[in-house]
């Protein structure tokens, strides 16, 4: 039988090239997921360890892992170096001083965008810097800046450069220099960077502290890095803390693996939709194809094969073909994991020697899914096969149709289920706001599930319905009944196309629900109508010289404009968010609070507020005393509770007077509301404060929509990921349809020599099946957008006691989704649709 | 036996046709210089043994098939030479088919296919003949039923009205009979014979049985690509004679042109 198999995969080589495909790109994506995670390690990991190359030890601050939490900088102090340097078996140290700052470019923006520039001092031995032009920074207004950051400021030697860090007010720095990194490269993952004096670096990253961030401690002639390091640990102080070089990279690397998992997890789930939606399209081409071969099974059969016989030679067809797309798959996925990692270390790390690394497993996991999921999903068309009995078979060769009763109930009850467990959910019925979640998340599951096996039920009246659309001309006509003539080769086609659909669907309708519901809430509560405030989302927080305010409240329409401070501090040993403003009644009232308890009156400098649920947290009401340090701050402070806010998004957090700004980790205000007046003309208002704020590069006047806009912007970003595995589960979906749409035009090969001879056109004949295509990919989208729509909806309530409590509809995305699908259709259409044309009439009346 | 119009033209002629398949030694000549016409309102059939180039002359006549030399006119079109689109709208105009088997839409009811010629063209079959067809073979309660809920008979029945239901001048039918048992191909010839008497439709018809053949006005005799015998009002009797000398005719035929 395996012979048979062999020669039969031989005489269908097309058809299972087109299901290969499928089983290609999913192992391709496998393979590609590990092969750039494991690469990207690689490349990240020589980069790190250029970083101190020829240290033995470094000494951090204590903290240093939480430092990147709580943005602040704390330094080693001076008589740290001083006691390292003194300390035996040191033969000298080099003291960085490096940490995110802003500058602005020479179009009056800040230059690097989401990842800022960094600040360091000259000549702190971190890195091998060469210089290219001028020389090396010598007073404090002097700087050299890499040659990264000439470029993308488009500032050069001879040029002013204007930066500022979280604490310091925009200074200007004369550029005497411009540098490069070892290797000829222009900067070190892409990173801008600007070298200072010691003393400015540190005016600006310690507030002018005798502090650093690193010390690289290089050991003398016979001392070990473990015995320099058990030398320096005494001496260091409490603050800082030593490694050796050795162990500093392995926590480095380990702290990239975390970065590199998650790209390589976000390519594996792309590479696992690839995967089960191809695992639909295999099991369709499988059954079709058997389906056009029962005469020969049955004859197989007739002449003695047994049934077992019959499943093993299709699913040798499968191993063989798995097999053979899986070692393709997982040769392209190496191949472009490869190419992705140089794409992404030139592009994002400027990294001079890319390192691909290709671990075992890769290759084994992509094989493993490619031969696995083929088989799978060839066993039951293989199985079904096997259960037609000979004469059966022989005699219904041309009506392949079974009945679809199993799998419509079993669909139904599956789906109700889904349906009452996501019912009992939302209405709080599962006990436990857990339980009714899981319970949600899984009826949702289950529904999504049933209504897959539903498309075959549903496929009869919704193709019906679809078609009638194409239904104005006879060829599309025949087209429409084509797409409903095999429900279950319809439906199976459909869903891969549903899948995705419902993916996007679901997950765009809950996030612009979230979306329409903040506006909802800013539009009814928010009193202030502009936002002065800059990017979501930004490595160095946004914040604007408190000056510019007065400039701000002297325009005319401006009733009222109050700035913000934030700070993350301490408070009774737990992180807790603080705001500080001059207006602490203002702030509540233009953001729309409320005061439980207590008034807005001005807050005294012992005097603390706080919204009701953070105050439960710590368990303190009015009149209690909190204790709270700031981030920059050396001493703690005690606080009296005079004023309890009702919980409001806007308003939560602790509040303080102005007095501790100093102590703040950004002492600039971050924010600011403008009140504008009623009948203002909010446009003209927005212009003036945005010429207020000329030389602010970092913040703008906002309105509601752009600032909720801004707040969201995360969405945006989650929706263009979710649609790119969209885009991968269409271009499954497309082969899907080709695949079922040339099977079937091989099928019908008779049936189209007797139109064409009966006078129909070749024009008509190429309708006919775009019509057919088009159905069959219009229906899986119309039906994931009902789901999706249907689960979206069903979140959006589970969240609304979350402050979800708006549905919105993102109509355009699915009118985009809709067109996509139309598409779908036609491109799936091009190669049957000219193969049907060039029916041969008479090959195909020529009897058997 | 017929005589349906009083006066004769000829609804499809061919002049010399020749056609070979394949090149050089493995060439096969299916037609040697066939001349023949076939009356309008006449039933002829074709016959001869297996191979003789029946079929192939029946697609090269109904325009499916290109020929190498020769002329092919249905009614005064000249088929030779007309390109896919002239062929296609010649074929749905003025022709009608019937074959072995595979006949109907497995997606449209009997009535749908029935009309199927028309709603392809585009246009409205004629109501009052579509009626009259139907009524003849006897479909009226089948017209609401797919092919696959038909029998064998039924099916081959609607074929025939579809072929008829566009008025063409010529309907080509290949072995229409070849599918059915005795009693169902005996309701079918019946009927082609009566849409030659009453409608004075013509048929060209390839036939390997001496009784369907006793149906037609006249019979066409091949033999390895010629036309060997040309008998008009054949009986079941007078055909089984003559197929009993085929021996002889091919034996002859051969060694005219050996
Ligand atoms: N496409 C083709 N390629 C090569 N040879 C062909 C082709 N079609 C027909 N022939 C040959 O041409 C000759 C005539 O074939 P044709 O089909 O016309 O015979 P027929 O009389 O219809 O036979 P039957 O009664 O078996 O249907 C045969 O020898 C056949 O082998
Ligand atoms: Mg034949």
């Not at chain 1, 081409?285 to 094969?305: C, D, Y």
């Not at chain 1, 909190?626 to 402070?637: I, K, P, Q």
Request: hydrophobic letters at 50%; one cysteine or more; glycine letters at 10%.
């Amino acid at each position: 039988m395996l012979r048979a198999a062999l020669k039969g995969m031989a005489a269908r080589k097309a058809r299972l090239a087109l299901t290969s495909i499928a089983i290609i790109l999913g192992s391709a994506f496998i393979a590609a997921a590990l092969v750039l995670t494991a690469s990207i390690q690689a490349t990240v990991d020589d980069l790190n360890a250029e970083a101190y190359a020829g240290a033995d030890a470094l000494v951090q601050p204590a903290d240093a892992e939480s430092r990147s939490e709580d943005l602040v900088q704390q330094g080693i102090p001076a008589e740290a170096l001083a006691a390292v340097e003194s300390t035996a078996g040191v033969d000298h140290v080099a003291a960085t001083v490096s940490w995110a700052i802003s500058a602005i470019g020479d179009n009056g923006k800040v230059v690097g965008g989401l990842a800022p520039t960094t600040a360091v001092n000259w000549g702190d031995e971190a890195r091998e810097r060469e210089l290219r032009e001028g020389r090396a920074p010598e007073t404090d207004g002097e700087v050299a800046v890499s040659a990264k950051f000439a470029a993308d400021s488009g500032l050069g030697l001879g040029e002013t450069v204007t930066a500022y860090s979280q604490t310091t007010d925009q200074t200007e720095y004369a550029i005497v220099g411009v540098y490069g990194y070892a290797g000829g490269r222009d900067s070190i993952s892409g990173g801008t960077e600007i070298a200072f004096t010691t003393a400015e670096a540190q005016r600006l990253v310690f507030d002018g502290e005798d502090a650093y961030s690193v010390l690289a401690v290089y050991a003398a002639d016979g001392t070990g890095a473990d015995d320099l390091v058990a030398a320096l640990e005494p001496v260091i102080g409490a603050e800082s803390q030593v490694t050796s070089w050795e162990d500093y990279n392995a926590e480095a690397s380990a702290q990239t693996a975390k970065l590199t998992k998650t790209i390589g997890n976000f390519l594996l789930g792309f590479g696992l939709v690839a995967v089960f939606v191809s695992v639909f399209l295999i099991a369709n081409t499988f059954s079709i194809v058997i389906a056009g071969r029962l005469k020969e099974i049955a004859m197989m059969r007739a002449i003695g094969a047994g049934r077992g016989q019959v499943v093993r030679s299709i699913l040798a067809e499968a191993l063989l073909l798995g097999t053979i797309a899986a070692a393709v798959g997982a040769a392209v996925g190496v191949a472009g994991g490869a190419g992705l990692t140089a794409a992404i270390a030139n592009s994002f790390f400027d990294a001079a020697q890319v390192s691909v690394a290709v671990p075992p497993t890769a290759i084994l996991a992509a094989l493993a899914v490619g031969i696995g999921v083929t088989v799978l999903a060839a066993l039951v068309p293989a199985v079904r096969a096997s259960r037609v009995p000979p004469v059966e078979a022989m005699r219904a060769a041309a009506k392949t149709d079974r009945p679809i009763t199993l799998l419509t109930v079993s669909g139904a009850i599956i789906a109700l289920a889904g349906g009452g467990a996501m019912a009992l959910g939302l209405t709080g019925n599962l006990g436990g706001d857990t339980a009714d979640l899981t319970g949600t998340a899984v009826g949702a599951g289950l529904v999504f599930v049933g209504v897959t096996m539903l498309t075959a039920w549903l496929s009869k009246p919704l193709v019906g319905a679809l078609g009638l659309i194409w239904s104005w001309n006879f060829a599309g006509k025949l087209g429409r009944r084509n797409a409903g003539r095999n429900p279950r080769r319809t439906a199976v086609t459909a869903s891969a196309l549903m899948i995705g659909v419902t993916l996007v669907t679901a997950t765009a309708t809950l996030l612009t629900s979230v979306k329409a519901s903040i506006e909802d809430y800013f539009g009814e509560a928010v009193k202030a109508e502009l936002f002065v405030t800059g990017p979501a989302v930004s490595e160095v927080p946004a914040s604007f010289d408190p000056a510019v305010m007065d400039d701000i409240r002297a325009i005319d329409d401006v009733d009222a404009a109050v700035e913000v401070y934030y700070d993350i501090a301490d408070i009774d040993g737990t992180d807790q968010y603080v705001n500080t403003t001059t207006d602490f009644g203002g702030i509540v009232d233009l953001f729309g609070g409320t005061l439980a308890e207590g008034d807005s009156d001005e807050l005294a400098d012992d005097e603390i507020a706080v919204n009701q649920s953070a105050a439960d947290e710590l368990g303190v009401g009015m009149g209690d005393i909190v204790t709270a340090t700031f981030s920059r701050g050396t001493e703690a402070h005690e606080f009296t509770v005079a004023a309890i806010l009702v919980d409001n998004e806007n308003t939560d957090g602790w509040y303080v007077a102005p007095a501790y700004v100093e102590e703040f980790y950004t002492t600039k205000p971050m924010m600011a509301l403008v009140d504008v007046a009623d009948g203002a003309d909010i446009d003209a208002v927005t212009a003036a404060v945005d010429d207020a704020l000329a030389d602010e590069p970092e913040v703008s006047a906002q309105n509601h929509e752009e600032f909720v806009g801004e707040v969201t912007v995360f969405f945006d970003f989650a929706i263009i990921a979710i649609q790119l595995l969209l885009g991968l589960a269409m271009i499954v979906a497309v082969i899907g349809v080709i695949n079922t749409l040339i099977l079937s035009v091989l099928e019908r090969t008779r049936e189209l020599g007797m139109l064409r001879a009966i006078g129909m056109t070749r024009g008509q004949t190429v309708r006919m099946v775009i019509v057919e295509s088009v159905t069959i990919a219009l229906f899986g989208a119309v039906l994931g957008v009902a789901v999706g729509l249907g689960l979206g909806w069903a979140l959006q309530n589970a969240l609304a006691d979350s402050g979800v409590d708006v549905f919105a509809v993102p109509t355009t995305l699915i009118a985009g989704y809709l067109a996509a699908a139309v598409l779908v259709g036609l491109l799936a259409a091009i190669a049957p649709a000219a193969r049907a044309a060039k029916t041969n009439i008479l090959g195909a009346i020529a009897y058997e | 036996m017929s005589t349906a119009s009083p006066v004769r033209t000829t609804a499809v002629s061919a002049e010399g046709l020749w056609k070979a398949y394949g090149m050089g030694e493995a060439q096969v000549v299916a037609l040697r210089d066939v001349s023949v016409e076939f009356a309008s309102g006449a039933f002829t059939a074709i016959m001869g043994p297996s191979g003789s180039g029946k079929s192939t002359l029946m697609h090269c006549l109904a325009g499916l098939d290109t020929t190498d030399r020769g002329t092919v006119h249905i009614g005064d079109t000249a088929v030779t030479g007309l390109g896919d689109k002239a062929l296609t709208k010649l074929r749905r105009d003025k022709i009608g088919f019937i074959f072995q088997q595979f006949n109907l839409l497995p997606t449209l009811t009997a009535e749908e296919n029935i009309t199927l010629p028309a709603a392809i063209a585009g246009a409205k079959a004629d109501p009052a003949w579509i009626n009259q067809i139907i009524k003849t073979l006897d479909l009226a309660d089948r017209l609401s039923h797919k092919p696959t809920e038909l029998s064998g008979g039924q099916q081959q029945r609607v074929a025939c009205a579809r072929a008829l239901a566009s008025r063409p001048e010529v309907v080509f039918a290949d072995e229409p009979t070849g599918n059915l048992d005795t009693r169902s191909g005996a309701e079918v010839l019946r009927f082609l014979r009566t849409s030659v008497d009453d409608f004075g439709q013509t048929i060209v018809m390839v036939t390997h049985d001496p009784s369907a053949a006793a149906y037609a006005d006249r019979v066409v005799f091949l033999a390895d690509g010629q036309i060997v015998e040309d008998m008009a009002e054949p009986t079941a009797d007078k055909v089984i004679d003559k197929m009993k000398h085929f021996e002889e005719l091919v034996a002859a035929a051969q060694g005219e042109h050996a």
